[in-house]
């Protein structure tokens, strides 16, 4: 069994390393997000139909089931869900606390995966094109990939610090 993820800092690096480990052989769809969320010891959350995630008892609040679209459908045919989205924390909305939070959660990923495969910043757009406000320290992001598991660190969708 899965050791639930609490709220301590340290439990970044313990979420990362379960949720690459955990969704080996997963697919995006509701059933196995539903096998994950309860692997990681959260509640489902969403109805048939609509928005679904999971209340994780983080700092940064419930994870979110982000579904494949019409612009995305082209390339993710199989798929139901694109991402599960987990806020790890809430810094304050300035510029400084945004990037320090940023690089004390990659810091904690880094420790348990190693170094990203991937590093860069969506620049004027969010993840898969999507416009978004951008915030003035930027829109970097990390990514660890293997085979077919991808972790993404970002920056929480909708702060403008």
Same mark, same amino acid.
């Given at each position: 069994? +899965?050791?639930?993820?609490? !709220?301590?800092?340290?439990?970044?690096?313990? #979420?990362?390393?379960? *949720?690459? =480990? $955990?969704?080996?052989?997963?697919? %995006?769809?509701?059933?196995?997000?539903?096998? #994950?969320?309860?692997? *990681?010891?959260? &509640?489902?959350?969403?109805?048939?139909?609509?928005? @679904?995630?999971?209340?994780?008892? #983080?700092?940064?609040?419930?994870?979110?089931?982000?579904?494949?679209?019409?612009?995305? %459908? &082209?390339? @993710?045919?199989?798929? &139901?869900?694109?991402?599960?989205?987990?806020?790890?924390? /809430?810094?304050?909305? &300035?510029?400084?606390?945004?990037?320090?939070?940023? $690089?004390? @959660?990659?810091?904690?990923?880094?420790?348990? *995966?190693?170094?990203? +495969?991937?590093?860069?910043?969506?620049?004027? +757009?969010?993840?898969?094109?999507? $416009?978004?406000? %951008?915030?003035?320290?930027? =829109?970097?992001?990390?990514?660890? $990939?293997?085979? /077919?598991?991808?972790?993404?660190?970002? !920056?929480? /969708?909708?702060?403008?610090?």
């Amino acid at each position: 069994m +899965t050791r639930a993820i609490g !709220r301590a800092g340290d439990d970044i690096g313990v #979420l990362a390393q379960q *949720l690459t =480990s $955990r969704f080996v052989g997963l697919l %995006r769809s509701e059933t196995d997000m539903r096998k #994950l969320i309860g692997w *990681l010891g959260w &509640e489902w959350t969403g109805e048939p139909g609509g928005p @679904a995630g999971a209340v994780t008892g #983080l700092p940064g609040g419930d994870a979110v089931l982000v579904p494949v679209g019409a612009t995305e %459908r &082209e390339w @993710a045919t199989l798929e &139901e869900y694109l991402e599960l989205v987990v806020p790890l924390s /809430r810094p304050a909305p &300035e510029s400084r606390a945004q990037a320090q939070e940023f $690089r004390r @959660a990659a810091d904690a990923v880094r420790q348990v *995966l190693g170094d990203a +495969t991937y590093a860069g910043s969506h620049g004027s +757009t969010g993840a898969y094109g999507r $416009r978004e406000a %951008r915030p003035l320290w930027g =829109s970097p992001f990390l990514r660890w $990939r293997e085979g /077919r598991v991808t972790l993404d660190l970002g !920056r929480l /969708r909708g702060t403008r610090g």
